[in-house]
């Protein structure tokens, strides 16, 4: 095994070695990370969910109720009355036919591509989609294409060209690092000409965007028929655990018989469900999450805007700085740190090669007087 010290050795020259920080209280603002009290930007905690008094509560009442472990996998035992009750509100909430919990939205994503899609068929992806859809794509035996990002134009000419049976188009609703949004109406328009499904991975809208906070196909006012595959997170905006599909009863049906990482691994702890379940009614009667988080948002950008910092073109609260290089990120990173303030570089692969940043997102838990600090810091930024 002398090799992989060698590897790790060359993965650490070239600073792309990762650690990890060791955390010792609740997700928010203000968290011990390594035993030092540190102001944060890098969680995806949007609307402040992951620790309200209200969800917390939820979930000691669910353990209490139904014990900690499920037990076994969905289609044995361990499909409880709450798990039950959270897909009938997921759909409810998204105004879909039905909805199917996964362990995770990675593997939510591997399910799905890989029971709809067998050797007859194709799939296209956007080039900054989520690892997860990508390992979705590695793992399916259709034919299996990435395009230029947001490319629409290529995107077309292989719809055009290709013969395959079954075609998807997926992308993620809103870039995971960039914060900005697919052009959805546009590739739904595209895949409707071409008899393919359009399916969102909306990780970072689910909760967040449009009037309702069901995310980025509202934002856009499309429907079920133009956006058929809806896979969203549960760990993000909601503040808890695990993913969803929504679409017809067909398209669920069919993933219950036919999706892998949905069979055959051990169903979400129930207190979860009742959690999040929870947390899903907090998004709905509190719609002053996200007023809150768009103030923020808006403060951030004027703010970086008036110290000409290159802000990316982003509505949502991930608002990332691209440093380039490695090294430059590291820096950045490293100097806010030193000021008590934590958003860890993202370098490639995570990243394309020299788009490595730091990547900020903001939180209706953050206070005009963070977003203050945190531009404060930036503005003393030494950039090189
Ligand atoms: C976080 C994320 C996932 C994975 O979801 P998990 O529940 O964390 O596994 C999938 N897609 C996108 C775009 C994400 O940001």
Not at 285 to 304: H, K, T, Y
Not at 333 to 353: D, F, H, M, W, Y
Request: charged share 20%; with cysteine.
């Amino acid at each position: 095994m002398r090799q992989l010290n060698t590897e790790l050795i060359q993965h650490r020259t070239a600073n792309l070695y990762r650690t990890r920080h060791i955390l010792s209280s609740p997700q928010g603002p203000d968290i011990i990370v390594d035993g030092r009290q540190m102001l944060t930007f890098c969680s995806n905690d949007y609307l402040g969910l992951a620790a309200a008094p209200q969800v917390i509560e939820a979930m000691q009442h669910g353990a209490n109720e139904y014990g900690v472990g499920s037990g076994s996998s969905h289609l044995i035992s361990g499909h409880y009355a709450p798990h039950q009750e959270l897909e009938q509100a997921l759909a409810a909430f998204l105004g879909r036919p039905r909805a199917l919990l996964f362990s995770t939205g990675y593997m939510a994503n591997i399910g799905v591509l890989t029971a709809l899609l067998g050797s007859n068929d194709a799939l296209f992806e956007d080039r900054l989609n989520h690892a997860s859809l990508i390992d979705g794509g590695m793992l399916t035996t259709a034919r299996f294409q990435r395009y230029p990002h947001v490319n629409l134009e290529i995107l077309k000419r292989r719809l055009t060209r290709s013969a395959m049976e079954r075609c998807i188009v997926a992308t993620d609703g809103v870039f995971s690092m960039d914060g900005e949004l697919a052009p959805l109406p546009e590739l739904a328009e595209l895949a409707a000409a071409h008899n393919a499904w359009l399916m969102v991975d909306d990780a970072h809208g689910f909760g967040v965007l449009g009037a309702k906070g069901t995310g980025t196909i509202e934002h856009f006012g499309l429907n079920v028929d133009q956006v058929p595959i809806l896979m969203g997170t549960l760990g993000k905006a909601i503040g808890v655990f695990g993913a969803f599909v929504a679409g017809s009863e067909d398209l669920i049906e069919t993933l219950i018989q036919k999706a892998r990482s949905f069979i055959y691994t051990t169903a979400l702890p129930p207190a979860l469900a009742v959690a999040t379940l929870e947390a899903l009614r907090l998004v709905q009667a509190e719609p002053e999450r996200r007023e809150q988080l768009q103030a923020r948002i808006a403060q951030f950008r004027s703010g970086a805007l008036n110290m000409n910092l290159p802000l990316m073109d982003s509505i949502t609260a991930i608002q990332p700085l691209i440093a380039g290089d490695t090294e430059r990120a590291i820096s950045w990173s490293k100097q806010l740190e030193n000021k008590g303030i934590l958003i860890p570089a993202i370098r490639p692969p995570t990243v394309p090669v020299n788009q490595a940043r730091l990547r900020i997102t903001l939180s209706a838990s953050h206070t005009e007087e963070h977003i203050a600090r945190l531009l404060e810091a930036l503005s003393q930024l030494k950039i090189s």
